[in-house]
């Protein structure tokens, strides 16, 4: 009887510790906001754990870009196709970074942007932008 007590006990700890089963990757804190009149996406406030390299971005409109903080080094930005990551390399994010968006040759009307937690496998949120301005190359 004891042993059985011993077992029970020994499983809850594991269990509840996150050591088998029921282990959910946390997803850090951070709020963004959305500037249409610009095509950006703000970060009003982030924890020092959040990073962008577990983020991703998906469009419902082709030929759209973007860059993170008008990464001067990507002229033309990264074009969104299917679920494109941010960066890859760990970047932690901090208040007042940005994503800035641009549609090639045209600018785009009603566009979706939806970002996800790569990590955690989770659809953070969806932004709509009433209209994305042409790149200006």
């Known amino acids: ?27 850090p804190v951070f709020q963004l906001r959305m500037d249409d009149l610009n095509d950006q996406i703000i970060v009003s406030s982030a924890e020092s754990d959040a990073n962008w390299n577990r983020l991703a971005l998906q469009s ?7 860059r993170l903080n008008n990464d001067v080094t990507t002229t033309t930005g990264t074009v969104i196709t299917g679920t494109t990551d941010i960066i890859t390399s760990s970047d932690p994010m901090s208040a007042t970074e940005y994503l800035d968006f641009e549609h090639d040759l045209v600018s785009a009307d009603e566009v979706k942007i939806t970002m996800i937690d790569t990590i955690a496998n989770t659809e953070l ?13």
């Open 60 to 66: 419902d409109t082709t030929d759209i870009y973007f």
């Open 1 to 27: 009887m004891v042993a059985i007590t011993v077992s029970i006990g020994a499983v809850s700890f594991l269990y509840f510790n996150g050591y088998i089963g029921g282990g959910e990757e946390e997803i």
């Open 125 to 137: 949120g969806t932004y709509t932008f009433v209209q994305i301005t042409a790149r200006a190359d």
